[in-house]
């Protein structure tokens, strides 16, 4: 159960669009749409944003979009905004029938 | 409105044992699976166990198999987690959250530290 491989931090400015890779392999991220992202807040509950690859959940902005091709999801966020910054984690299904997160990724908006 | 309630952290020594809860009110408990998640001091989300609806399936992460035990009582809407043997590891947040796969509602967590 190794975690999924994302990068540590990533910026961007008020307004740009940043892109957050989530690298698995054929057994979690590759083998299943059964990717999510979560944004958390220090000292708050971790929120989902995207669920199965790509499905934002009700009431979550549509700044978020998610996608995934081979072994490897994505998560974009458009038109940063200072509440964005955050951690994001993405999690994938395995066929092991467990759950794997990755290390987490810091997104600062400068 | 969905609410989950941890509770049942502490500071525990090496090797003692302890036993979580995570109180669920707002939606109909027994139709959904239920997982913990855990974050380490500085360190990322690691999820640690999840549950069937019925309670008849469970599934853990390596590193705590064997020493963790999930449950659920759907009669009182609450979900456990029985950690033994603890190790100075197991120190985290221990988050309770709602399904397996897309964790759509979380608790606010409960700490649990492992110090002599």
């Known amino acids: 159960q190794s975690a999924l491989t994302q990068p540590a931090s990533v910026s961007g400015s008020l307004g740009q669009s940043i892109t957050i890779s989530c690298t698995g392999t054929s057994s979690d991220v590759g083998g299943f749409n059964y990717v999510s992202w979560y944004q958390h807040h220090p000292d708050k509950a971790p929120k989902l944003i995207i669920h199965d690859v790509s499905n934002r959940p009700s009431g979550v902005s549509d700044r978020f979009s998610g996608s995934k091709s081979g072994n490897t999801a994505s998560l974009t966020i458009s038109g940063l905004q200072a509440e964005d910054d955050a951690e994001y984690y993405c999690s994938s299904y395995t066929s092991s029938s467990t759950v794997v997160f990755g290390g987490g990724t810091k997104v600062t908006v400068v | 409105e969905v609410q989950l309630l941890e509770s049942g952290g502490g500071l525990i020594q090496p090797g003692g044992s302890l036993r979580l809860s995570c109180a669920v009110s707002?939606?109909?408990?027994?139709?959904?699976?239920m997982s913990w998640v855990r974050q380490p001091p500085g360190k990322g989300l690691e999820w640690v166990s999840s549950?069937?609806?019925?309670?008849?399936?469970?599934y853990y992460a390596d590193s705590v198999k064997g020493r963790f035990t999930i449950s659920r009582d759907n009669s009182r809407n609450t979900l456990y987690l029985q950690i033994n043997s603890l190790r100075a590891e197991d120190t985290a947040m221990y988050y309770c959250?709602?399904?397996?796969?897309?964790?759509?509602?979380w608790g606010q967590g409960t700490l649990v530290t492992v110090s002599s």
């Open positions: 959250a709602k399904e397996k796969i897309r964790l759509d509602d």
């Open positions: 549950i069937s609806e019925t309670g008849s399936a469970t």
């Open positions: 707002g939606l109909t408990f027994s139709r959904y699976a």
